[in-house]
C-alpha cells in the first residue's frame, strides 16, 4: 500500500504546484492588462485635452478675427454709413437731409449740411439728442493753459439754444470765447452753453442770431480775462500768440465762411498758425500760413488771465 500511496501524493503535490503556477500567471497577465488599460486611458486623455486645447486656441484666434473683422465693419459704417446697403457718403448725406426735412427739423439745423459735412452725425442724431441736457464741462482733461479744440456743433450741446436758433448753426462766438475762457482759467465748467447763456442775458446776439462784437471785448472780464485789440501785423500777431496769449478773430467772407464767423488763432511758428475753427475739424486740423487768411480778418482780441 505504501508504494502506491507516494506516487499519488507527489502527482498531488506536482499539480498543486501547477495549478499555483496557472494562478501566478493569471494574476500577472491581469496585472498587466491592468496595466495597459491605464496606459491607453492616459494616452487617449492627453491627446483628448490637447486637442481640446487646440480647438480652444482655434476658437479663440477666430474669435479675435471676428473683433477685428467687426472692427473694421464698425469703422466703414460709422465713415460711409450702412455698409448693409452700400451707402456712400453722399448717400447718406443726402439720406440723412431728407430724413431731417420729413422730420421737420429746424431749417438752420438741415442747412449744416449744406455748410459743412463733418456735421451729417450731429443732424442725423439731432432728434434724439434735442432733449438731453447739455454737457457740464468742455473736458475731463482740460490743463489750465492749453487751448481746446471744440465745436459749436458738438452733440454735448449744439441742440441748445442760442437766441431764437441753436449754438450748432450760430454758437461761433459762444464757442470760441468757451474754448479761450476755458483754456486760460482751467475752468471746465465753462462750456459753450455757459457763454451763450451769459451772451444772452448782456444782450450781446442780434435779431438774426449774429453775436456782436462786444462778448469777444467784454464778456471775458465776468470770466477775470483781460481782453484788448491789436493790429492785424504777422508781427503782431506773432508775439502775442508765442507769450501763450490766444486771439479770437473774426472773419469775413473766404476760407471759413461765406458771411461771417469767429476763429481762435492758438499758435504760431514759421509764418503758420494754428486755427480752432469752431464750425470745422478739418480746418483746425491743419496750420495756415497767416499771410494766407491775414486779409480775413476784420477784427481781433487778444486775451490773457488776470
Not at 277 to 295: A, C, E, G, M, R
Amino acid at each position: 500500500m505504501r508504494e502506491h500511496i507516494i506516487p499519488r501524493e507527489r502527482q498531488r503535490i506536482r499539480n498543486r504546484r501547477r495549478r499555483q503556477e496557472v494562478k501566478r500567471q493569471l494574476y500577472m497577465c491581469g496585472v498587466l492588462v491592468i496595466l495597459l488599460i491605464v496606459l491607453v486611458v492616459t494616452y487617449n486623455s492627453k491627446a483628448a485635452e490637447k486637442k481640446k486645447a487646440a480647438a480652444d486656441a482655434a476658437k479663440t484666434e477666430q474669435k479675435k478675427e471676428q473683433v477685428s473683422a467687426d472692427a473694421v465693419k464698425n469703422m466703414e459704417e460709422s465713415a460711409i454709413g450702412t455698409v448693409a446697403d452700400n451707402e456712400t457718403p453722399k448717400e447718406r448725406i443726402k439720406r440723412v437731409r431728407e430724413e431731417a426735412k420729413q422730420a421737420g427739423y429746424p431749417k438752420d439745423i438741415t442747412a449744416l449740411l449744406k455748410k459743412n459735412k463733418e456735421t451729417v452725425d450731429f443732424v442725423e442724431h439731432f432728434a434724439e439728442n434735442k432733449n438731453l441736457p447739455a454737457a457740464k464741462t468742455v473736458s475731463d482733461d482740460l490743463k489750465k493753459g492749453e487751448i481746446p479744440q471744440l465745436l459749436q456743433w458738438d452733440e454735448r450741446w449744439g441742440h441748445a439754444s442760442y437766441g431764437t436758433g441753436f449754438i450748432a448753426s450760430c454758437g461761433c462766438g459762444p464757442t470760441a470765447m468757451s474754448m479761450v475762457i476755458s483754456g486760460l482759467t482751467g475752468d471746465a465748467t465753462v462750456t459753450p452753453v455757459k457763454v451763450a447763456r451769459y451772451s444772452e442775458k448782456k444782450g450781446y446776439i442780434d435779431e438774426n442770431n449774429n453775436t456782436y462784437w462786444e462778448l469777444m471785448s467784454e464778456g471775458g472780464k465776468h470770466w477775470g480775462i483781460t481782453s484788448y485789440g491789436g493790429d492785424v501785423s504777422e508781427e503782431f500777431v506773432s508775439k502775442e500768440l508765442k507769450a501763450g496769449h490766444p486771439i479770437i478773430c473774426s472773419v469775413g467772407p473766404g476760407d471759413f465762411t461765406k458771411q461771417g464767423h469767429f476763429i481762435v488763432l492758438t499758435k504760431y511758428k514759421n509764418g503758420k498758425v494754428k486755427v480752432n475753427d469752431p464750425f470745422s475739424q478739418k480746418n483746425s486740423d491743419k496750420l495756415w500760413k497767416y499771410s494766407k487768411i491775414k486779409d480775413q480778418i476784420k477784427s481781433l482780441w487778444v486775451y490773457k488771465a488776470d
